[in-house]
């Protein structure tokens, strides 16, 4: 009677474990946590800011250190099929940018992850990212212009520029001047946070 009793219990916790709502993040370096410690980086962050509140949601990162728009379109189908996730973070660009890969490429495949995700029935949070200004201002202005078009055409909430107050304040960076270190991190997860709680309701 108690193993009976025992196995209904753990029945009942998986299955609300199953139920509960998940988060997946799609993202390169900046969200694979590139050249930090297990736990530092903000989506790890995230998740502690989730636990806080009941252990609401479940958050799966799915983030690859230097993936691309069409990295991430390519794994998109694969990982909405297996996690059915209620709610998309889409943290990709960056990559393209710094291999001067044309802006209407990564609309293209930032617009097909979106659609995927929506016809999942999934909401989108779009963190937005920006270039070194030595790529050029026409380049860096169109780079930068995907995230808010792409904000307003697909009706999906985004993220001004996520290392906005991270980027050119050296002692928040790593050694090579792309990745946000440890200290920074706090800084993004908030950040999103902001961001991603009206799409917790």
Known sequence: ??????????????EAAIAKPKIVVLGDSIS????????Q??????????RAQNDCCIIINESIAGDTGAGGLA??????????????IVELGGNDGLRGLPT???KQNLSEIIRHAQQAGAKVLLL???????????YVDMFYNVYPELSKELGVAS??????DV????????????????QAQPMIADKVWQHLQPLLK
């Not at 009677?1 to 753990?10: G, H, P, V």
């Not at 794994?75 to 998309?88: D, G, S, V, Y």
């Not at 993220?159 to 906005?164: A, Q, Y």
């Open 75 to 88: 794994r998109i189908q694969p990982i909405l099929t297996t996690h059915k996730p209620n709610i998309l």
């Open 159 to 164: 993220i001004p520029f996520i290392l906005e």
């Open 1 to 14: 009677m108690i193993r009976f009793l025992f196995a209904i219990l753990i029945m009942l916790m998986t």
């Open 167 to 182: 980027a050119l304040i050296k002692d928040l960076m790593q050694n090579d001047g792309l990745h946000p270190n440890s």
């Open 41 to 50: 980086g903000w989506v790890a962050l995230v998740q502690e800011k989730l």
């Open 32 to 39: 694979s946590g590139y050249g930090l410690e297990l736990g």
């Open 104 to 106: 209407k490429e990564l």
């Open 128 to 138: 937005s990212m920006r270039i070194p200004p030595n790529y050029g201002k026409r």
